[in-house]
Nanobody
Framework: VQLQASGGGLVQPGGSLRLSCAASGFTLDSYGIGWFRQAPGKDREGVSYRSNSGDSRTYYSDSVKGRFTISRDNANNTVYLQMNSLKPEDTAVYYC??????????????????WGRGTEVTVSS
């Protein structure tokens, strides 16, 4: 049972990237999946979340709302994070994770049990 995040890289400010989070060993659409990021010297931050296929609600942090879009491809057991209008402050290692508890906000890491290895995003000219 694991998640694998990919798609990071170096991009200029204003550019776009699409991150992928591929699941293996479990059916991804049965779970909510969150994207987090951690910049050097900072705490891990919740970026976006998509609930399971039961209601498919989406959530975004204020810092990325209107620029990032989370989506799900059940046929490929993958969740995507489309990131547009990237800014230098988006530079971080991005992780995807599987949510298993709902007692608090989607943005709290304590609600997630399985984490992908992370993919690095650098926004720089």
């Amino acid at each position: 049972v694991q998640l694998q995040a990919s798609g990071g890289g170096l991009v200029q400010p204003g550019g776009s990237l699409r991150l992928s989070c591929a699941a293996s060993g479990f059916t991804l659409d049965s779970y909510g999946i969150g994207w987090f990021r951690q910049a050097p010297g900072k705490d891990r931050e919740g970026v976006s979340y998509r609930s399971n296929s039961g209601d498919s609600r989406t959530y975004y942090s204020d810092s990325v709302k209107g620029r990032f879009t989370i989506s799900r491809d059940n046929a490929n057991n993958t969740v995507y994070l489309q990131m547009n209008s990237l800014k230098p402050e988006d530079t971080a290692v991005y992780y995807c994770a599987r949510r298993v508890t709902w007692g608090s906000s989607w943005s709290l890491a304590i609600n997630y049990d399985i984490w992908g290895r992370g993919t690095e995003v650098t926004v720089s000219s």
